[in-house]
């Protein structure tokens, strides 16, 4: 198509996060409850380090409150952050104001965690397609029932299947649809937010295999984020574990899982089993201020005088690498055996 | 659509809307009578074969009367309360989407103007701006406006929140689409039921003013007009006014048994998933 | 040894307008007594209604039918209306998947808990002490640490899983000797839910409980669960003992779950799909997994297979079985 200045080539398609931050409710509010620390903000993301190599699917994995689906909607410019840097295609997209976004909204795309909510109710699966080409000019007017048609086919769905209306699909069948939807105007990364959790189980496995086939034919990369290991371990190529707001361990898959640096990421490990995850006294921790400390004292067993009074940090490109003054160095059992413990 | 017919209640509104439109937009063409002409040697006649309704003092044909009456009395109505829908729903829309200080600023105008009884309202605005239909009209709209802003304010509050819209911003779509293709089909429902409604207690409002003199003017017909006639000569031709009213009461009957009718067509849509 | 709850042909129907759709069509089954029996299945099985049916949770537009409903050998089904009330919420309570909505969100936990001892004691007066000290032992023995806070908080301040474990504490308060759990951990991140798991197993063990312990997830169940039947489409395709169900299914579509399972744990390049969709209309003749199954032979459309025998206490609803 003519007039497409968007950037293609492979190395330009990585995105470089430095210490981006996002704070909500910064202005302090009136009779706020004791869960906020009474009228301090909320932290969402804490100077989030991280880079994105083309092509890869790097998996977010944390529990609720960790901050991996507000990183994935600030990446996507969905929330302003409060600082730091997201670095794509030559530019800072935290700086960029959501008008000058233009062609960035084609690079980057999002599949929701609820299918259903994603599309809007009053209009049919083809038109809900066909206006994501229309609005990029992805292919000419006439062509685009066509298109729509095979981006059906791609996913596996019919064309009957595009006559209906959101409610009328199944969970599965929608979410197809909306990977439909991120692929159609040929993006660079798609984040997906708990893409599967809401999926029947036996319907996952389906939804995953096509997403690894998209990233295996197109190159899309993929920002994996849940907080199922056991998805993550299969689809991801490398992993980033969260603690409320901070990534605290980073590695390829094997590395994360086979031989966990940070205590907090053995702790999830070890949920999967029946094993009882073991955690530390919360009463008697002192810490005077949080930002110049690690987040995850107050349960480590691990803890040592250092974590209440210094934050360690990561570093977004090494191979390997936990925010940890003690980590940890003997190898896991890996995840079957861990399994196997419990029966 | 198949919902709608087997509600019977919303069935018989939608009937007697019918009716009523069909009878106001042919009606006056198919009788053979004038509205206006006084005809003295059949003043003050009951309802008989010649004059189904009767005529009053003026020897004039109620039914012929009434049937423009009416059509004058919705299409005020309909045009005062379509106006403030427009208005409305987009001051609202457009408030709850953007926010800001014009937003803010049009919410607290529409605060001021729901503040006032509606009746009340009217009778000032059209004391101040002046007697006629296009002015009952405005004042229709005035009164209207406020309901439909914040109506659609709220329910676009709830709805811009939903991932859909979400989707589509980052998707790039413009705020306009997003306003008009993503939130406003999904709060129409409820409008649509608030315009029936409207139309209703607009036929009302137009009825009061010009009963009071502050609307139609004689010797032009309006449902008001031809209830103040018969309140004159109740005692001596009850058929003016008992038909006139009875008149707006089954436009009105049909009016909200169809505005039922399509709040029960559409929610049961929204929760049809199990 | 009898057991403590009896379903035989339980057949759940809903109409809505002139439609009907059959939910559960003919489940049997039987829960001894301290049993964790466990329901397994995706969306449109039939594993909640079921649960729900039991206990009389369904609205006026559900028809429940049964054989037999037996709990410690007597009729519920035959059971009026108040006489089942005062069973349910003291022999027979409910751990629902979402906690927020068992509780009055007006009033304290200490209220909520007061409520549910107050019911015991109605029931079955013991010993007396006031309520708060049983209360706070409740709440310790589920693991919250500091109970009297918990006590005057409201729900809406509590979290997720400390909500679960009030939830449970209430249910353990009234010493009931069948428990139904709908998917208690399914909205709870994984550390807790590793540990309201526990939880469950622990009190359900001192309290002597059946628990009907519905789910979708297979290890959940695996590691709770006694017991599992696995449902499909409306009805019980499998049932036998958990490790066996898990390690050794025989049915199909039970066989699919494991293989992609497996396939995940194995990290293929591509996980084991079974294809199709749960939740369809169940067919009117035939089996009611024909849709999906890799293994269906002709005679799969036409035959309604019965629970056959493939083991030890283990049965199976499949054709193929019989060749």
């Known amino acids: 198509m003519s007039g497409d200045q968007r950037i293609s080539t492979s190395a330009d398609a990585a995105m470089q996060v430095r210490d981006l931050t996002l704070d909500f409710g910064a202005a ?8 906020f620390g009474g009228g301090r ?112 086919r791609r996913v596996g769905l019919g064309a009957e299947h595009g006559a209906r209306y ?69 689809l991801c190529d490398r992993i980033a574990v969260m603690y409320f707001g901070r990534i605290v361990e980073i590695g390829t898959t094997d590395a994360v899982f086979g031989t966990p640096r940070h205590p907090y990421t053995l702790s999830l490990l070890r949920a999967r089993s029946a094993a009882v995850a073991t955690e530390a006294d919360e009463t008697g921790v002192q810490v005077v201020d949080p930002a ?21 940090d990561l570093a977004p490109d090494a191979a390997h690498a936990a925010a940890c003054f003690v980590p940890l160095t003997e190898r896991a059992p890996p995840l079957q055996e861990l399994d196997a413990l419990g029966q | 659509m198949g919902a709608f017919f087997t509600n019977k209640l919303a069935l018989v509104g939608t009937m007697i809307t019918a009716i009523v439109l069909a009878a106001v937009v042919a009606g006056p063409w198919l009788s053979p009578y004038s509205p206006t002409d006084a005809d003295f040697l059949a003043l003050l006649s009951p309802p008989n074969l010649a004059h189904p309704f009767g005529t009053d003092s003026f020897g004039r044909d109620v039914l012929t009367r009434i049937l423009y009456g009416a059509r004058v009395s919705l299409a005020v109505s309909a045009i ?151 309140r004159e000569y109740f005692q001596r031709a009850p058929w003016v006014l008992t038909l006139s009213g009875a008149a707006i009461s089954i436009a009105l009957l049909g009016l909200n048994l169809l505005s039922d009718g399509i709040r029960d067509v559409m929610d049961p849509k929204l929760r049809a998933r199990l | 040894m009898t057991p403590l709850v009896e379903v035989h042909n339980l057949r759940t129907t809903f109409s809505i307008g002139a ?43 559900a028809a429940v039918t049964a054989d037999a409903l037996r709990f410690r050998g007597e009729e519920l089904i035959a059971l009026s209306g108040e006489a089942f009330r005062a069973l349910q919420g003291i022999e027979l309570a409910m751990i629902f998947q979402d906690p927020v909505g068992s509780f009055n969100p007006a009033k304290t936990v200490a209220w909520h808990l007061r409520q549910a001892i107050a019911r015991r004691r109605r029931h079955s007066p013991d010993a007396a002490g006031n309520w708060q000290d049983e209360a706070t032992e409740l709440l310790r023995d589920v693991g919250i640490r500091a109970p009297d806070r918990a006590l005057s908080s409201y729900p809406h301040q509590l979290s997720g899983g400390m909500l679960q474990r009030v939830l449970i504490a209430m249910v353990v308060a009234l010493r009931p000797s069948f428990i139904v759990a709908d998917e208690p951990t399914t909205n709870l991140d994984n550390l807790v839910e590793r540990q309201i798991l526990d939880l469950i197993r622990a009190q359900q063990r001192k309290l002597g409980a059946s628990v009907l312990f519905v789910t979708h997830d297979l290890a959940v169940a695996g ?101």
């Open chain 1, 166 to 234: 959101p409610h009328e699909l199944s969970g599965g069948q929608l979410q197809r649809v909306a990977i439909a939807r991120a692929i159609s105007v040929d993006p660079r990364i798609i984040v997906a937010d708990e893409a599967v959790s809401k999926l029947d189980v036996s319907v996952r496995a389906q939804v995953l295999n096509l997403l690894k086939r998209m990233n295996r034919e197109t190159g899309v990369g993929l920002l994996f984020i849940t907080h199922d290991l056991g998805v993550a371990r299969f």
């Open chain 1, 28 to 35: 302090r509010r009136f009779g706020t409850s004791r869960h």
């Open chain 1, 41 to 152: 903000a909320l932290r969402a993301l804490d100077a989030v380090s991280i880079d994105i190599a083309p092509g890869e699917i790097l998996g977010v994995v944390g529990e609720s409150g960790s901050g991996k689906t507000t990183l994935g909607k600030t990446l996507l410019g969905a929330y302003r952050p409060t600082s730091g840097q997201i670095l794509y295609g030559g530019q800072d997209l935290a700086a960029l104001p959501p008008r000058r976004w233009g062609r960035l909204r084609r690079d980057l795309q999002m599949v929701f965690q609820d299918p259903l909510s994603s599309f809007n109710p009053r209009f049919t699966i083809n038109s809900s397609l066909a206006l994501p080409l229309r609005l990029h000019g992805v292919c000419a007017k006439d062509r685009i029932a066509d298109q729509v048609a095979s981006l059906l």
């Open chain 3, 19 to 61: 439609r009907a759709v059959e939910a559960v069509r003919g489940v049997s089954f039987s829960i001894a007594p301290g049993e964790v029996f466990g329901l397994i299945g995706e969306s449109g099985s039939g594993k909640t209604v079921t649960g729900l049916s039991l206990l009389r949770l369904l609205p006026d537009h």
């Open chain 2, 80 to 230: 005062g309360v379509l106006m403030a829908a427009l208005a409305g729903s987009a001051a609202g829309l457009v408030s709850a989407y953007r926010g800001g200080w014009t937003a803010a600023t049009l919410m607290r105008i529409s605060d001021l103007l729901f503040s006032f009884p509606s009746f009340v309202l009217a009778l000032f605005l059209v004391v101040v701006f002046g007697f006629g239909t296009t002015n009952i009209a405005v004042s229709i709209a005035l009164i209207y406006f406020p309901l439909f802003a914040r109506l659609s304010r709220n329910m676009a509050l709830v709805v811009k929140d939903e991932p859909w819209v979400q989707a589509a911003q980052l998707m790039g779509q413009s705020t306009f689409s997003i306003i008009g293709r993503e939130i406003l089909p999904n709060i129409a429902a409820p409008l649509f039921v608030q315009i029936a409604l409207g139309v209703a207690f607009g036929i009302v409002i137009e009825a009061g003013l010009s009963f009071l003199g502050l609307g139609v003017q004689p010797p032009n017909p309006s449902l008001g007009t031809i209830m103040a006639d018969g």
């Open chain 3, 223 to 323: 590691e709770i669960c006694d017991r599992i039947a696995v449902m499909y489409a409306g009805e019980i395709v499998e049932i036998g003992p958990a490790r066996e169900v898990l390690e050794h299914p025989r049915h199909p579509y039970a066989e699919g779950l494991r293989q992609t399972s497996a396939s995940l744990e194995r990290r293929d390049e591509y996980l084991y799909e079974l294809p199709g969709e749960p939740g369809g209309r169940a067919p009117a003749q035939g089996c009611g997994f024909l849709a999906r199954c890799p293994k269906a032979i002709a005679a799969c459309r036409t035959t309604h297979p019965a629970l056959i025998d493939v083991g030890a206490d283990h049965v199976s609803r499949c054709l193929l079985h019989e060749r």
């Open chain 1, 292 to 312: 110049q400390a690690c987040n995850y004292a107050a349960r480590c067993g691990r803890r040592i005088a250092s974590c209440t009074t210094s934050r360690p």
